[in-house]
Every structure is written in C-alpha cells, then in structure tokens.
C-alpha cells in the first residue's frame, strides 16, 4: 500500500483508556491524513496535516488528537476512547492538497468495550 | 451542504456482463471527482479522476467514469464485469475553491458483487 504502514492492525481496549495510533511513510508525502470508516458513513477525515508540526481539524475531531514531529509519521491519539470510537482507521498521504488522488494504508481496526 | 450519493448498497452483476455504479454530486461549482476501490481488509485503491476536458475517464482494471454536469453525476463502468472485481467502491468529490484535500467528501460506498 504506497509506502504506507499502519500499527496496530487491531487493538481491543477498555472505554476510558488512550490509545494511539500512528502512520508512518516512505514517500516524503507533505500531506497525511486520518479518516474513520464506518457502515453507511463512507470514510470520514478526522484530522489532517500539511507539515512538520501543521495539522487542522476535519469533519469529525472531536475526541481525538493528532501530533505530526517528522515529515513520515502521523499519530491519532484518543485521549480517553469510549465506544462510538469503535471504527476502522485509516491513514492517507498525498504529495499536494490539490486534486490528485490518496494513497491509504492498509487500516487499524479499533474496538472498544 | 454539499454532498455525495451513492444510491445502491448493493449491486449485483453477473460475469461478462457491462456493470454500472452510480454517484452523483450536489456542490457548488466545479468539482473534481474520483472513485475508489477497496479490497477485503485493504485500504482504498484509486481507481481514476475527473479535473476537466473529456467526459469521459478512463482508469485502471478497465474501469471508467462518464461526467454528466447536468445530472451532477459520476457513474462508474466496466462494458464487461469479472468476479475479481467484486469489491466495496467509493464515489468521492473535492468542493471547488480549496487548496487542500481536507475538502474531500467520500460517498458511503457501493458493494459490488460479480457472480460467476
């Protein structure tokens, strides 16, 4: 998947614990991006960044954080997970933020109990 | 708001057959659009794009994508489907006017199911 690595694969976690989750890349991609997938929601961004240290909100942060300190790692950090956080995550890279397409990684499937 | 609609959950084609996945848009503007194809425990592949010019798009695996600005839609196609193409497909638009990918909307996705 592009140079895309994902870890975990799958975590099961306890409502109220934190949890990161991290990206990391080979492509020297500028911009890197967080999505959720769940059923009948398509992918949703939940964070994105355009650089060392610049990231912004998308549709749906709440709950969550992000923390960019090198060009080739992206982490997603839920600071106390609760359930409706049960989702699969995905991580995305793209060389700009105009119109060429997303490289994704392969995803983190996240369950909380 | 400005939005995408994948209308079908579900799509059923036999092998050999022409096979159609349906998107349509409702932005302001000019958008650009793209679909995606994801496999079984995979992230989204991209499958082709439309920026400007000819209606007609053509991308990767023998799939294409036929603009329509009047209907506001964006219709995947394949004249002649196999069952390696059965997969979850996603329609997505990026509104107009921005510079970055954060303005990136994704359908909720259509099942697409090839039997032999």
């Known amino acids: 998947d592009a140079g895309i690595t994902q870890s975990p694969r799958h975590k099961v976690t306890e409502t109220g614990t934190p949890v990161t989750l991290r990206c990391h890349q080979t492509?020297?991609?500028?911009?890197m991006y967080w999505y959720r997938q769940d059923p009948g929601h398509g992918l949703r961004l939940i964070h994105y960044?355009?650089?060392?240290?610049?990231?912004d909100k998308g549709e749906v942060s709440d709950g969550y954080s992000v923390s960019r300190s090198k060009t080739e790692d992206f982490l997603l950090t839920l600071e106390s997970a609760t359930s409706s956080q049960t989702s699969v995550y995905f991580c995305?890279?793209?060389?700009?933020?105009?119109?060429?397409?997303?490289?994704f990684g392969s995803g983190t499937q996240l369950s909380v109990l | 708001a400005q939005s995408v609609a994948q209308p079908e959950d579900q799509v059923n084609v036999a092998e050999g057959n022409p096979l159609t996945v349906k998107c349509t848009y409702s932005?302001?503007?000019?958008?650009?659009l793209f679909w995606y194809v994801q496999y079984p425990n995979r992230g989204l592949q991209f499958l082709l794009k439309?920026?400007?010019?000819?209606?007609l798009v053509k991308g990767s695996y023998g799939f294409e994508a036929e603009f329509n600005k009047s209907q506001t839609s964006f219709h995947l196609k394949k004249p002649s489907a196999l069952v390696s193409d059965s997969a979850l497909y996603f329609c997505?638009?990026?509104?107009?006017?921005?510079?970055?990918?954060?303005?990136?909307?994704f359908g909720s996705g259509t099942r697409l199911s090839i039997r032999p």
């Open positions: 932005v302001s503007g000019n958008p650009y």
């Open positions: 960044s355009y650089g060392v240290k610049d990231t």
């Open positions: 439309y920026i400007t010019g000819d209606n």
């Open positions: 997505a638009v990026r509104l107009p006017g921005y510079s970055s990918a954060s303005k990136i909307i």
């Open positions: 995305a890279i793209s060389e700009t933020g105009q119109y060429e397409k997303l490289f």
């Open positions: 492509e020297n991609h500028r911009y």
